[in-house]
Structures are given as C-alpha cells and as structure tokens.
C-alpha cells in the first residue's frame, strides 16, 4: 500500500538518512515521469489512429496504412535499442488500431447483419492472443502485447454492446450484458496491472441499474434512476476493494483500491441524486418504470401501475437523504483518516463540501436554523471521534503494527 508521509520531517526525527529520503524522492519522480510520458503516448497514439482512420475513409488504405506500420513497428522492437523501441511500441499500436478499429467502422456501416458477432469473435480472438503473448512476448514487447489486448477486449465489447443495441435487448439482459463488461474490464486492468483500465469497470457496472450520464451543449448531467439500490451496490464495491487493498499481494491490492475510490465517487453521486429528488426505491427493477412511455403502457395503464406501487413501496423523501448522507460522509470522513486510505478520504471530504453546497440552496436553504443545529452537532461528533481514535483505535494499530 502507498503512504503520504512528510519526507523532510522524517529526516529531521532520525527516521530516515538523507540517502534514503533521495531515493524515496527519485523513485517519485520517477513514477511520475513514467505516468506522464505513458499517459501522452497512449493518447498520441489513439488520435492519431481515430484520426487517420476517419481521414483516410476507406477500408483499403485503413487497411494497408495499418499492415505497413504494424510491420514496421515490429521490425523496430525486433532490432531493439531504446529509442527504436520507443518508437516500435507506437507504429505496431497505431498498425493494430487501424486495423481492429478501421474493422469495427467497415462492419458497423457496411454488415449490419454480421457486426455484433463478427466483432465480438474477432475482438475476443485478438485479445486471447496478445493476452497469452503479453506475458511472455517475443517478437514485440509487453507494452505492446498489453495494449493490442487492450484493444481486442474493447473490440469484443463494441460487438457486444452493438449486439445489444441493434437487436434492442432491454431490462435483464441489458444488466447481464453491463455486468459482463465490468468483469471483464477489471480482469483486463489485473492481467495488464494497468489501474486505469480496471478503474473504467465502474462504467458498465454503474449502469447495471441505468446510472450513467448525459451531454447536451455545454452541459453535462448525472442520472441515477435507483440512488438507494446503486449506494448499495457501490458500498458492496468499496467494501471488497478496501479488503482486497489490505489483505492481497500488493499486485491486486492496487486494483482493489482503485476500485474501491471509483465506486466511492459512484456511490455519492447518487447520494446527491437522492438528496435532490428523494427515492421510490426499486421504481426501475421491479415497478413500472419511471415513466409510461418507456414502459410501454398506456398513460393510464402506468398510472395505475405506479399508485398500486407507490402504495408498499419504500419511499425516502430528499430531507432524510440529506441528513443520512451526512452522516454517512462524517462516517466515512474518520474511517478512511484512521485507516491512511487517502483516496477514499479525499473524495469523502470533496462530496462532503458539495453536499453543503448543494443543500445551501435546495434543501435548507430558508431554514438557516438546521445549520445551526448541524454545525453545533458537528463539533462535539468531531471531538467524539477524535477521543475514540486516539484512546482506543491508535493503541489498538501501534500494537498490530508491533506485532507484524
């Protein structure tokens, strides 16, 4: 597991020697350095994939501008050399994407019919193949192997969510298919031990119960038709991936931790959905759906569907989801400082302030009363928590840490 700690006082209490503390400082920058010239790598080479593949238009010179620089991009990595392997790893990948993308826009506009299998085979062969060959790579190189992977799992999911969509599958098999796409963007993310990957599994695992996001000019929105049933099953993420990070190898332990931010960030989104609009849980899975057009009834045939549920369903009106989201936060908030898990902490603290503000103006914003109730509260609660932290639960860590 990663720790934040200050390196300057560390050396000033004897803890560390100075050569010690510059080598923490260079491995640093070191880790920076490879994160930020793979980053521009990696999004050099998918613009100029997309680009020459909408530039050239035609499925010939997509096809033979690709062959030409996946030949060449192996031949650089095959005669080795730093700065020809460097350059090798973006021909090869520039090759296989106007080849595995330039496939998917030819079948797409061109096979309808053939689309959605013909991508989910051709994708799910290329990524077996280069998934095997990244572990033991000998013509090309890991990066390169990882990434053509990369690549294929994509292509795969194109042709599946393309299948779902042209054959317009609805309710379970659309969340089986999401599902699907989850673990396998995960296991994508560990095989490669890239976090990046593994982290865009919060995606279609979101939208399992229809969270996702819309764009129109100049304005984006989040929507959670089900903020109770996604907290739940975003607490279940977080829970497993904080597990993951304490108890596994520290290969997995990353994974799990990355996870477990993203379903945090999820999770008080929906919270904030909730504290907006309040909740009719279950409204989507297994009552008539939010509205009667998408449920295919008539407008008084939903109705009637929607009183009969509304009348034993579980209704959590926006004034209580404000209120237990913040204690939730405050929860969260102490849990994740008394355990060093940063991340976590961080984006308790960025939703607890967003709460704040967002409730300033829709909830209880004539009611200057409740912030003072609230803000009074606050001060013994933090003081509560501080006394059980450092009477009971630092003990508590020192002593296991003594032990380990």
């Known amino acids: 597991m990663y720790y934040v700690a ?33 980053t521009l790598l990696t999004g050099g080479i998918i613009a100029a994939t997309l680009g020459l593949i909408f530039w050239l238009a035609a499925p010939l010179p997509v096809a033979i501008c690709g062959i030409l620089a ?58 077996t193949i280069f998934g095997l060959a990244y572990r033991r790579p000998r013509f090309t190189s890991r990066f390169a192997c990882g990434s053509i992977f990369l690549m294929g799992v994509a292509l795969h999911l194109w042709g599946l969510g393309y299948l779902s969509e042209h054959n317009d599958w609805t309710g379970l098999p659309v969340a089986l298919v999401s599902l699907y796409a989850a673990l396998l963007i995960a296991g994508a993310g560990v095989w490669t031990d890239v976090r990046l990957v593994t982290a865009l599994a919060i995606v279609p695992f979101a939208q399992a119960l229809s969270t996702g996001t819309a764009y129109w000019h100049a304005a984006y929105a989040f929507y959670s038709p089900e903020s109770t049933l996604t907290i739940l099953q975003m607490t279940t993420v977080v829970l497993a991936g904080t597990y993951a990070a304490s108890h596994l190898a520290p290969r997995f332990a990353r994974h ?9 960030v999820v999770a008080n989104l929906a919270a904030l959905v909730g504290s907006l609009w309040g909740d009719l849980v279950g409204q989507t899975v297994w009552g008539p759906g939010t509205s009667y057009y998408r449920s295919g009834m008539s407008s008084a045939d939903y109705q009637i569907a929607f009183e009969t549920f509304q009348e034993t369903a579980l209704h ?30 961080n984006t308790a603290v960025t939703f607890a302030g967003l709460h704040a503000y967002t409730q300033m103006f829709e909830s209880f914003g004539d009611e200057p009363l409740a912030y003072v109730i609230g803000g009074l509260a606050a001060i013994p609660l933090a003081w509560g928590l501080w006394q059980v932290d450092r009477r009971y639960l630092a003990p508590r860590a020192s002593g296991q840490a003594s032990s380990a």
């Open 316 to 345: 959590i009106s926006r004034e209580v989801y404000s209120v237990l989201w913040a204690i939730a936060l405050a929860v969260a908030i102490f849990w994740s400082a008394h355990t060093a898990r940063r991340g976590l902490f």
């Open 70 to 127: 996946l030949v060449a991009g192996f031949a650089a990595l095959a005669m080795g050399g730093e700065t020809l392997r460097f350059f090798g790893n973006a021909a090869a990948l520039i090759g296989a994407g106007l080849l595995l993308g330039g496939a998917g826009f030819e079948l797409v506009d061109r096979h309808e019919t053939i689309a959605g299998p013909a991508m989910l085979a051709l994708g799910g062969a290329v990524a």
């Open 6 to 38: 200050d390196s300057n006082r560390l050396l000033s209490e004897g803890v560390l020697t100075p050569d010690q503390v510059n080598t923490l400082r260079e491995q640093a920058r070191e880790t920076m350095m490879k994160l930020g010239v793979n």
């Open 256 to 264: 799990g931790a990355i996870l477990a931010v993203m379903a945090m």
